[in-house]
C-alpha cells in the first residue's frame, strides 16, 4: 500500500517537472532527470519487495 502511494507521488512530481512554462525551459532535465532517477530506483525497490 504505501509503495504504491509512493509511487503514485513521485509520478505526480515528474510530470510536474517538466519544463512547460518560459522560466523553467532554462532548468533543462534537471528537475525531470533527478526524479526519473528516483522513481527508477523506487520501482527497482517495490519489485525487489523491499518497500
Do not use: K, Q
Not at 510536474?16 to 522560466?23: D, K
Amino acid at each position: 500500500m504505501l509503495g504504491t502511494v509512493l509511487l503514485v507521488i513521485l509520478i505526480l512530481l515528474l510530470i510536474g517537472a517538466l519544463p512547460n512554462w518560459g522560466y523553467s525551459r532554462g532548468w533543462g532535465y534537471g528537475p525531470s532527470g533527478g526524479l526519473g532517477l528516483v522513481l527508477v530506483i523506487v520501482l527497482i525497490l517495490l519489485l525487489m519487495g523491499r518497500i
